[in-house]
T-cell receptor, first 113, second 111 residues
Framework: DQQVKQNSPSLSVQEGRISILNCDYT??????FLWYKKYPAEGPTFLIS?????DKNEDGRFTVFLNKSAKHLSLHIVPSQPGDSAVYFC????????????FGKGTHLIIQP | DAEITQSPRHKITETGRQVTLACHQT?????MFWYRQDLGHGLRLIHY???????NKGEVSDGYSVSRSNTEDLPLTLESAASSQTSVYFC??????????FGDGTRLSIL
């Protein structure tokens, strides 16, 4: 049973517009959420995280929103740039991540010029 | 700069052979992890360690083992390789409440 779900395998967005990637989870014990970006033949690179005590966290062009009642989080990228084209993974954990992360299947973001 | 390195980057072996994948980190992190990535599954946790002499099973640990003799290294061993273990393997490290840093992966093919 998948505890972290990314229901959009791919997303195409025009350069300069907003990219919104979505993630749903089922385990109410998750208290730490992260987004990773992955290019082919490289490891995942950490983008941004949010703790369950917050509902928003910003870092430059990246903002993560957490809706605990809906068990939903989203990553907003504004404005989208060509270098943002990659696979984005949503991940979650209990207890701050010491026991490992549970990943979604990923969303392939394509930024169109 | 601190980093995490995996070796080899690519490996081809035969079913039934023992295979060991290396992971070395210079972050001085206590926590280390092994994941595998397969099409349609994202990354799944194989084993993890909180520190020297500590190891724990993850979601997909059958057929794999790890050992932690120092802070820097967590080698992953496939005792008897099976074709179902063909995958891309990622090692990661972190401190608790901090994001995990990943290596660039090992692509393992078992024929």
């Amino acid at each position: 049973d998948q505890q972290v779900k990314q229901n959009s395998p791919s997303l195409s967005v025009q350069e300069g517009r907003i990219s919104i990637l979505n993630c749903d989870y089922t385990n109410s014990m998750f208290d730490y959420f992260l987004w990773y970006k992955k290019y082919p033949a490289e490891g995942p690179t950490f983008l941004i995280s949010i703790s369950s005590i917050k509902d928003k966290n910003e870092d430059g062009r990246f903002t993560v929103f957490l809706n605990k009642s809906a068990k939903h989080l989203s990553l907003h990228i504004v404005p989208s740039q060509p270098g943002d084209s990659a696979v984005y993974f949503c991940a979650a954990s209990e207890g701050g991540g010491a026991d490992g992360l549970t990943f979604g299947k990923g969303t392939h973001l394509i930024i169109q010029p | 700069d601190a980093e995490i390195t995996q070796s080899p980057r690519h490996k081809i072996t035969e079913t039934g052979r023992q295979v060991t994948l290396a992971c070395h980190q210079t972050w001085n992190h206590n926590n280390m992890f092994w994941y595998r990535q397969d099409l349609g599954h994202g990354l799944r946790l194989i084993h993890y360690s909180y520190g020297v002499q500590d190891t724990n099973k993850g979601e997909v640990s059958d057929g794999y083992s790890v050992s932690r003799s120092n802070t820097e290294d967590l080698p992953l061993t496939l005792e008897s390789a099976a074709s179902s273990q063909t995958s891309v393997y990622f090692c990661a490290s972190s401190e608790t409440l901090q994001p995990q840093h990943f290596g660039d992966g090992t692509r393992l093919s078992i024929l």
